[in-house]
Every structure is written in structure tokens, then in C-alpha cells.
């Protein structure tokens, strides 16, 4: 009987989920390699509690090894080159060819692009960074905390911004609120702009009911790590005790150095299929570029990217077994906006909505904080 291989890049929330139901939709002599560099999976969104101190690192990972036992052929390395025209990859040296590919390789991280800022460290978008943050805002007793978007495009709009409500009200539980500042600096003009004014509004109105100052369009050109002296391209500084950083985002480099890479090295694909120009080549999540009618890209987060992931698994499994039907991706998205003491906001809609994504802010309460909770159990739940 014939068998299909279907190669998964990357295994991070993308890569999971559209391995996992392509294992489920697929027949059972077809072959899903998930092609992932480290052994374990990372719930980022945990990240901003591991940073406030209501996880643990521990609590936070999960081996990949249960997707073994589930039939999902698991590889791990470094992707060297992807050869989209031919669907191969090289891994460590070893080319590994697929009737299909799925490429959910995210965004890389990149400190070094702004001098001084991998010296200064506050990346809490890695674990060791938002341990870091941790470690140093829980003995803070007084100073101030910088949370800061160096550049734009970033993964998770809200994601410094609940940082800051987050630290905020760690400092209140510490009882030390009084004796530290809290201040954003954010390379965006507006919080979470694609989703248009309302959402913004709400969100710089949650941080400065918290009593956090706000800087926007405020670029990060160099840190003085020694001196903890922030230097932005407006020409202003700004001195920290406790730094909480977003870094530059980039393409990773074996995407830029591949034809899939569009002019910003990130992928450009089919907004409907995440089909990239290469025929049974998909891409979705952080990796790719979507325009919106409003002239941004689609936002980098997690839930498109678990959405994309759904939409091309079962694309491929109508294509390559005839089973159900190709889908499309709609659009659809939502956050939580966690704000400290068991608080949260919600924002849902429709980001492919013209001639602008059609969003609604929803009144923050507990029951978004308990939703958020939900959502991190049923995660593992649902894919370990
Ligand atoms: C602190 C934080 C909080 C967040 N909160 C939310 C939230 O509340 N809601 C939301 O929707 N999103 C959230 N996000 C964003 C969300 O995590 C990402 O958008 C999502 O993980 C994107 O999925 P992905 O599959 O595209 O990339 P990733 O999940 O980053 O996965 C990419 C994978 O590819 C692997 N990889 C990369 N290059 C190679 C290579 N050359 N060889 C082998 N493997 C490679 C990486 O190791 C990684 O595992 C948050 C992110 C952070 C950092």
C-alpha cells in the first residue's frame, strides 16, 4: 500500500498541534515526522507566571517523548536547509524527504541586534530569561522595573503588557509597591494595534489603572548593561533596577537563507490555505507573513498559529487520503489579557474583517483569569 510522509518543522504550538491531527487524520502507514531541536515542548503563555512567580519551570515544559507512543516519528536537531521545490530538509547533516511539508519554525530571537541588551538580559520570552525576572523583581525592595518592546514585529501583542500588570502586582503582594516604579517603553505606537483603537484604548487603560507609566514609540537603540541605563532612539534614557525585555524578532535563519523566505524573510502564504508558492509546502504560525487589508500583518500569536495548524492538517489529509475536505482559515482570534490578583481582560474577532479586523474588547473579571487557567490544563490535556 502507498504511504505518504508528511515532514512537520518545528514543535512548538503550530508544529504540536498540526502533527497531532495529522496522526489522527492520516492512515496509519503513513509516515508524520515532527523535526523539532529540543526534546521538549514549551507552553509559552506560562512564561508570564513562571516570571510573577506562579509557575514553576517545571510546570511550565513537557517532554515530546508521549508523541512517539502516539505514532508521531520524532527528530531532533538542528534544520539546516529547507528545499522547498524537492520537500526536503537537511537535519544535521541528514536530508530527509516528505510528500508534504509543514513549516511552523517561529520566530527567532535576536538580543544581539541591539547593543548592549544580551549583556543586560530581562529576555522573558525565553525560560531562563522570565526565571531571571523573576529572581530579581521578587527581592526588589525598591527601584525601578523597565518592561520593554525593543523593536516590532513581536510574538503576542499583549505579552508585555501583561509583564507589567503582572510585576505590578507581584510588587503589591510583596507589599514593596510603594517604593518601586513600573514603566513601559514599547517600540509600538498603541498596544495591540491590529486590533484596532478600542482594544488599544483598553489595554493603556488597564496599565495606567495600575499605576504603570506608558512610553510609546519609544524604539530601544543600546543598553549600558553595566550602568542599567536604557537608550532609546528618541534620544531619551531611562535607568533600571529590574529589566523585563521583549528582543528583536527575526525570520530564523534557516527560513532566510531559503527560497521560501519573502523580501522580510519571513514566509508569505496563502491567507486562506497557509499554502506557500511551492505546491504541498505549508507554512503557518510566527514564521509566516499574512497583509491585512489595513496594511499591517496578521499578529504573531499563539492562537493563529494552533488555528492554521488545524486548517492545513486536514488540507493534507483530504489531499493526500481523500478524506474530508480542504479547509480554510477564517481568521479568528483571541487573547486573554491577564492583569495580576486573579484578573484578566478578553479580546475576540475577525482579523481577516475588512477593511479592518473586527474586535471586541470583553469587561475584564476573574472568570477570563480561571478561562486563561482552563486553557494552559487543557493544553496539555488535549496534546500530551
Ligand atoms: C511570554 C509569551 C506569552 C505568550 N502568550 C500568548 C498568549 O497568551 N496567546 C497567544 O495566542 N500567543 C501567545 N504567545 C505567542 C505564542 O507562543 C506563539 O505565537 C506561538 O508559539 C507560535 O507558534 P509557532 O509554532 O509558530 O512557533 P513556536 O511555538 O515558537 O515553535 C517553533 C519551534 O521551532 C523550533 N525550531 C526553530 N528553528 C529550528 C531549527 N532550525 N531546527 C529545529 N527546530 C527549530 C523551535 O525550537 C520551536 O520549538 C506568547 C509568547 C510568549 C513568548
Given at each position: 500500500m502507498d504511504r505518504r510522509t508528511v515532514l512537520v518543522l518545528g514543535g512548538g504550538v503550530g508544529g504540536l498541534v498540526a502533527a497531532s491531527v495529522l496522526r489522527r487524520e492520516l492512515a496509519p502507514q503513513d509516515r508524520v515526522v515532527l523535526v523539532e531541536r529540543s526534546t521538549k515542548h514549551t507552553f509559552w503563555p506560562s512564561l508570564l507566571w513562571l516570571m510573577s512567580g506562579s509557575r514553576k519551570p517545571e510546570q511550565v515544559q513537557r517532554n515530546l517523548e508521549p508523541l512517539a507512543r502516539r505514532g508521531i516519528e520524532l527528530r531532533h536537531g538542528d534544520i539546516t536547509e529547507i528545499d522547498p521545490e524537492r520537500r526536503q530538509v537537511v537535519l544535521d547533516g541528514e536530508e530527509l524527504l516528505g510528500d508534504a511539508l509543514v513549516v511552523s519554525l517561529g520566530a527567532s530571537l535576536e538580543?544581539?541586534?541591539?547593543?548592549?541588551l544580551a549583556e543586560a538580559g530581562g529576555n522573558f520570552y525565553t525560560l531562563d530569561g522570565a526565571k531571571q525576572v523573576y529572581e530579581q523583581a521578587s527581592t526588589l525592595q525598591t527601584g525601578r522595573v523597565a518592561v520593554v518592546v525593543a523593536d516590532v514585529p513581536f510574538k503576542c501583542p499583549a505579552a508585555p503588557y501583561e509583564a507589567a500588570m503582572l510585576l505590578e502586582s507581584l510588587m503589591r503582594r510583596r507589599k514593596v509597591r510603594d517604593q518601586v516604579t513600573l514603566t513601559v517603553y514599547a517600540a509600538e505606537p498603541a498596544p495591540m494595534g491590529v486590533a484596532g483603537p478600542e482594544v488599544s484604548r483598553g489595554v493603556v487603560g488597564f496599565v495606567r489603572q495600575h499605576g504603570i507609566d506608558y512610553h510609546p514609540s519609544t524604539k530601544l537603540a543600546r543598553v549600558d548593561a553595566s550602568g542599567k541605563r536604557l537608550h532609546f532612539d528618541t534620544g531619551d534614557q531611562a535607568e533600571y533596577d529590574v529589566l523585563a525585555v521583549v528582543p528583536p524578532h527575526a525570520a530564523p535563519e534557516v527560513v532566510r537563507n531559503s527560497p521560501l523566505a519573502g523580501p522580510s524573510g519571513w514566509i508569505p502564504i496563502d491567507a486562506a490555505t497557509c499554502e506557500t508558492r511551492f505546491d504541498n509546502v505549508f507554512a503557518i504560525g510566527d514564521v509566516t507573513t499574512v497583509p491585512l487589508k489595513l496594511g499591517k500583518p496578521l499578529p504573531k500569536a499563539g492562537v493563529f498559529a494552533h488555528g492554521q495548524a488545524q486548517v492545513v492538517a486536514l488540507t493534507l489529509a483530504a489531499r493526500l487520503r481523500g478524506r474530508g475536505q480542504e479547509q480554510r482559515f477564517e481568521g479568528q482570534g483571541e487573547c486573554f489579557i491577564e492583569m495580576g490578583g486573579g484578573l484578566a481582560g478578553f479580546a475576540r474577532g475577525?482579523?481577516?474583517?475588512?477593511?479592518a479586523p473586527q474586535v471586541q474588547m470583553y469587561r475584564a473579571g476573574r472568570h477570563w483569569h480561571a478561562a486563561k487557567v482552563a486553557f494552559e490544563r487543557n493544553w496539555w490535556r488535549t496534546w500530551f
Open positions: 538580543p544581539e541586534r541591539v547593543p548592549g475577525n482579523f481577516y474583517a475588512e477593511p
